[in-house]
C-alpha cells in the first residue's frame, strides 16, 4: 500500500511516554505503601491484604463492612492549571474522598486515582502525582493504583480532570447511619481550609466577570487571591477517627456530615431522620474573609451558604452530655471545633438562622 | 448592592438537575444490589457487609485480599456519543475494569464510576448509568455509588468521561501473580468482542482521515460499521472465575492477562517471570474482520497488534497437563478458547511469529 501509515503516536497516543509515567509514579505509590499492600508492580490490580496482623484485625473487627467512595476536584483543576500551581489539587482529591468516608465512621484504606489529560507530561503531572500521594499519607490510606489516560480529543490542550476513589473498613455494629440522630444533639464544625473543592465554576465565573487579578495580594500571611482559592481541602481522618476512638461502647456522636456542594443546608440535611430538624446559627461563627470576599463579587448571600462551605468542610453531631468531651478530644488532635446548632424536632429540614 | 448576582445554576451547573439524577440513579444502583450492599441511599458513602454469611466468607477466605483496579473506556466514549449509541460503553467501562481484576483470580464485590460531562442532562445520561448497572449485574458486582460531575469549562458541550473502579476479593494464598509461570505453560485465549475500549484515538483518526461512514453496513448480521466499533467490551468474569474454582488445590492456571492497550506484547509480557518468554503463533487464530478494516485504513502490521487485541480480550497461562480440562471447562462456561502459544525460557519478552 502507498497510503501513509498511521501510528498510536501519530494519533496523540504517545505509548512510550506512558512507559516513563509508569515508572514515575512507582515511586510516589511505594511513599504510601504499609505492609499490608502487596508489592505488585506491573501487575494488572493493586492488592491489599484485609488481615496483616489477623488477631488485631479480628479484636477490631468482628462483622466489617467495607465503604467505597468516589469523587473528583470539580473544576477547581482549571484554575490549578491556569496558575500553574498543582501542588495540592492531589490533596484535594483525596480529602474529598476520605472526608466522605469517615462520616460513616470508616478508617481508610487504599486509594485510586483516574488522571485524564490532553497529553501526558510526565514532568508536569509527576507534581499532581506527589500531592496525592501526600494526600494519601495524610489520610493513612494506600495509594494502591490508578489510571492515567491521554485523551487529546476529549481534552483541551493543559487540561486534565482527576476523580479517585476511596476503600475503607468499617466494625457494622459502629458504623454511623442516620438513624442514631435525636433532638437535643449539638452540631459541633470543624474548620475549612476556604472554599476546599467545591463551587468553582461559580467561583471562575465571578473572577471572569470581574475581571479579578488572581495573583494580586489578599491576605496578612502574604499570599495571592489565587494561592487562598487553591488552599488544599483539611483532611479530616486523623482528628475525627481519633475522636471515634475514644468512644467505643456509647453512640455519643449521633452524625456526621462532609460539607460540600449543597453547603451546610444539603450536607447536613443527610444526616437527619425524617423527624428531625437541624437548627444552624450564623452568628456562631464568621466565615474566613475570601467568602465575602466572592460575595462581593456577586453572590446572594442565601446562595452563597447553598454553593460553599463558609468556612466549615466538616459537622459532627453529639449527645450534649458528652460535648464537652468531644470538643477536648478534638482540640487534642489539633482541631478548633465549635458549636455551631442542635437538632430538634421537625422534618428532615436544615433552619439556617 | 446594585451588581447583577450570580448563581451556581447561571455558571452553568444545576443543582436541582443533579437531585433528579440522583433518584434516577437509585433504580439502577438497586438493580445491582445483593443482599450484602446496605441501604444507605443518599449517605455520603457506600456500604458493604464482607462478612455476610459469615461461616461461608471464612470457608472461602481464610486470609483475605482486597483488590483495586481503576480504568476508563478512553475515546471509545466520543465514538458513541457521535452516534448518540450509549447503551453499552457502560458495560465497557465495567468489563476495563474487572477483567483487569480477575487476572489475579479476584471475585468482583462492589464498582463505583465517575461520571464527568458539560451538561447533566438525566435524560441522555440515563442510559449510561443502566448499562453500567448491566455490566455491574454481568460481573456480579454491586454498583455501590459514584460520582457525576457537571463541568461546562472542561468537557465540551455534549462530551462527557467516564472513570470507574472495581473493588474486589481473593484469597491470598490462591492469588495468581506472576511467580507461577514458567516454561512449557501453554497460552489459552479467549475471543474479544470486536475492538474492545481501547486504541480508539486512533481508530477515530483513521475514520476522519479516510472520510469513513460510520453507518455503512459492515457484516453479515446486518450491523453497521459504528455498531461494530461500539460493541461492547466482553466480560469473563463468570467463566474465568468458574474456571479456576475447578482447580482450588493445584495451581494449574498460572497466569492471566487482560488485552488492553498495548495489545498482546505488552499485555501478556505482564505475567512473565524476568526468565520467561511467550511464544505466541499468529497463525493460530483470524482476527475479526474488523481488524483488517482498520488496517486498510492505513496502519502497519505490527502497529496493529500493538495497539488493539486482534480478536483476543484475555490470555491464560496453564500448565500443560491440564490443559484439555481447563478447555473443557471454559467451554462449558461458554467460552470459545484456543491455544495461541507457549512459554519458554527467555527475558520476560513476548514473541509474536
New interface residues.
Given amino acids: ?1 502507498s ?6 503516536r ?4 504517545d ?1 512510550d511516554a506512558n512507559a516513563v509515567w509508569v515508572n514515575r509514579i512507582r515511586t510516589a505509590m511505594t511513599s504510601t505503601f504499609s505492609p499490608r499492600v ?1 508489592r ?1 508492580h ?10 496483616y496482623a ?1 488477631t488485631l484485625f479480628r479484636k477490631e473487627y468482628r ?10 476536584v ?2 477547581k ?2 484554575l490549578a492549571v491556569e496558575l500553574n500551581r498543582m501542588e495540592g489539587i492531589g490533596i484535594d482529591l483525596v480529602a474529598m474522598n476520605v472526608n ?2 469517615i ?2 465512621g ?1 478508617e481508610p ?2 486509594f ?3 488522571l ?1 489529560t490532553h497529553k501526558l507530561d510526565p514532568q508536569r503531572l509527576a507534581v499532581v502525582i506527589d500531592s496525592i500521594a501526600a494526600g494519601c499519607r495524610e489520610a493513612g490510606c494506600a495509594l ?4 492515567t ?7 483541551h490542550e493543559g ?1 486534565i ?1 482527576l ?1 479517585g ?1 476511596a ?4 466494625e ?1 455494629s459502629r ?1 454511623v ?2 438513624k442514631l440522630v435525636r433532638p437535643g444533639d449539638c452540631l459541633v464544625a470543624l474548620p475549612s481550609s476556604g472554599v476546599h473543592s467545591n ?1 468553582f ?2 467561583v ?3 473572577l471572569k ?1 470581574n475581571r479579578v487579578d488572581l495573583h494580586q495580594r489578599f491576605d496578612e500571611a502574604g499570599r495571592t487571591l489565587g494561592e487562598v482559592l487553591l488552599t488544599p481541602t483539611r483532611i479530616y481522618v486523623r482528628s475525627v477517627l481519633s475522636t471515634l476512638k475514644q468512644y467505643r461502647r456509647k453512640r455519643v456522636i449521633t452524625g456526621m ?2 460539607i460540600t ?2 453547603g451546610l443546608p ?1 450536607n447536613v440535611a ?1 444526616i437527619l431522620p425524617p423527624a428531625c430538624n437541624a437548627v444552624i446559627d450564623r452568628k456562631s461563627w464568621t466565615p474566613p474573609p475570601v467568602f465575602a470576599f466572592l460575595q ?5 448571600a442565601d ?1 452563597m451558604y ?2 460553599f462551605n463558609m468556612g466549615i468542610g466538616y459537622v459532627l453531631a453529639v449527645r450534649p452530655a458528652f460535648l464537652g468531651g468531644i470538643l477536648r478530644n478534638l482540640r487534642r488532635a489539633g482541631e478548633d471545633p465549635f458549636v455551631i446548632g442542635k437538632i430538634k424536632s421537625g422534618h428532615g429540614l436544615v433552619e439556617l438562622r
Avoid at 144 to 147: A, F, I, T, V, Y
Avoid at 167 to 170: F, P
Wanted: hydrophobic content about 40%.
Fill in positions: 500500500m497510503k501513509e501509515k498511521l501510528t498510536y501519530d494519533a496523540g497516543v505509548i502487596w505488585n506491573g501487575g494488572f490490580a493493586g492488592l491489599f491484604r484485609l488481615d489477623e462483622s466489617a463492612s467495607l465503604v467505597g467512595c468516589a469523587d473528583g470539580g473544576t483543576v482549571l466522605d468516608m462520616t460513616c470508616a484504606l487504599f485510586l486515582d483516574y485524564a494502591l493504583g490508578g489510571e489516560a491521554e485523551m487529546p480529543d476529549l481534552y487540561h480532570d476523580a476513589f476503600v475503607g473498613v468499617v457494622s458504623a447511619t442516620r463551587g465554576t461559580l471562575r465565573r465571578l466577570q456530615a462532609h456542594g449543597g444539603e443527610r462581593e463579587l456577586g453572590v446572594e446562595e447553598r454553593v
